[in-house]
């Protein structure tokens, strides 16, 4: 089982996606853009090799107006050479990557225009997987699009628009439910008539299903039905409801109690798990670490070490906790931790904690800092216990001390991100 993510990695630097105003899309600017996204793809590329993380979705903007007549650059052959790296790392790392066209891509729309633009899009997208030279296994997600009213036409409509497609994305395709429109019942329907494998998501599913009565394991086992041996392993998403956000939103971090829950319902070596949440590569590893079957404490101490300032500005009461629980190190209280590290980052910052947090990572300069920077270190610090200055500011003063001391165990802490 491979559990990933989606798109962005949080808190590496160079791993951004750029993109322009299409006014701005001139032929050296394109250019200019997609070297920098492809570079920014190998290091998330390098970064997932080197956290174990072999599921990851690939974002749809890393061509900017990739399927668009803006862009008029055979991008595959400028840049052959980077698809090439970038592909065989892919490969070699044993990882499974993806992509998913936007809402805009809709195949069974009554208006031939949107649906020719969608067809061109799933062009783009299909070439950019070709190109990277990675099978069929790596796919292509779709939603089935609309109802417009009629839902059977609707349906009648995406069926014969999939008909249309060439086989390079037939072998790619594969289509979900959604929260609104298509069941997992409807879209294993329209499986049946095209061949297409079903994606299945389970908080779409338990805001939008056609049985209440029917448990996630039970739509998994129906859908893998849909999948090949050529399509690689079933492929699932997984998400949970945000709390205080409209429905269908999905939360700032997996909480592990329900997605241990999920996993040990479903869990399955053939199965992949892409989670859909906003800190997105930190929860793919969180996930990761608690399901390992390698469970030794050190996969808890090197976590430790990038969220303790982010926890220490919270609370120092359960940053001591913390400490407390990894003291014994023949143990490994992955649950335990997570709880309390979320539990603290829900927690508001206030001008005490961040004080404090702040003293304590500019410890690491103490003996280092010129006179200049502890003048003005201290200064912004007295500000901000004085509520007279920004704690923002304070903190891109310490990072601008951490690149140029170059502290490794501060560069890669979530202090600066979270």
Not at 236 to 256: D, E, N, V
Not at 305 to 321: A, F, G, I, Q, T
Request: charged share 25%; proline share 3%; hydrophobic share 35%.
């Amino acid at each position: 089982m491979s559990i990933g993510y989606a798109c962005l990695t949080i808190g590496i630097p160079g791993t951004s996606i750029r993109t322009c105003r299409k006014v701005n899309a001139t032929e050296e600017k394109l250019k200019e853009l997609i070297l920098f996204n492809l570079e920014s793809l190998e290091n998330i590329i390098d970064y997932n090799i080197k956290n174990k993380i072999k599921l990851f979705r690939i974002s749809s903007d890393i061509i900017p107006f990739g399927s668009s007549p803006v862009n008029t650059l055979a991008w595959w052959e400028l840049f052959k050479p980077q698809f090439e790296q970038i592909g065989q790392k892919i490969k070699a790392g044993g990882m499974r990557v993806s992509m998913h066209p936007g809402q805009y891509t809709v195949l069974n729309s009554p208006d031939e225009d949107v649906v020719s633009r969608a067809i061109e899009d799933l062009n783009y997208h299909a070439r950019f997987l070709d190109s990277l030279g990675v099978g069929s296994e790596h796919k292509i997600v779709l939603h089935i699009g609309g109802v417009y009213q009629e839902k059977e036409i609707a349906v009648k409509r995406f069926v014969s628009s999939y008909q249309m497609l060439s086989d390079t994305i037939k072998k790619r395709l594969v289509i979900e439910n959604d929260d609104r429109s298509y069941t997992v019942s409807d879209v294993l329907s329209v499986s049946l008539t095209t061949g297409a494998p079903v994606i299945y998501d389970n908080l779409h599913n338990a805001i939008n299903t056609s049985d209440v009565t029917k448990d996630d394991a039970y739509w998994i086992e129906l859908t893998r039905k849909t999948w090949k041996p050529e399509d690689g392993p079933q492929k699932i998403h997984y998400s949970q409801q945000s709390a205080m956000s409209r429905i269908g939103a999905h939360t700032r971090t997996i909480s592990l109690d329900p997605f241990m829950d999920f996993y040990h319902q479903v869990s399955r070596e053939d199965l992949d798990i892409m989670l859909e949440v906003k800190d997105k590569s930190l929860s793919a590893i969180k996930c990761i670490i608690a399901t390992t079957p390698q469970q030794h404490v050190k996969l808890l101490e090197k976590e430790w070490s990038l969220y303790k300032y982010s926890v220490l500005e919270r609370s120092p009461k359960l940053y001591d906790k913390i400490r407390q629980l990894l003291k014994d190190k023949n143990s490994f209280p992955a649950l335990d931790f997570y709880r309390l590290v979320d539990q603290s980052l829900e927690m508001e910052v206030t001008t005490g904690t961040a004080v404090n947090a702040a003293a304590h990572v500019y410890g690491y300069f103490k003996n280092k800092a010129t006179e200049k920077e502890k003048i003005a270190f201290f200064k912004q610090l007295d500000k901000v216990e004085k509520n007279d200055g920004s704690l923002k500011t304070l903190k891109k003063m310490l990072w601008k001390l951490a690149v140029n001391y170059n502290e490794p165990y501060l560069l890669e802490s979530y202090y600066f991100i979270l």
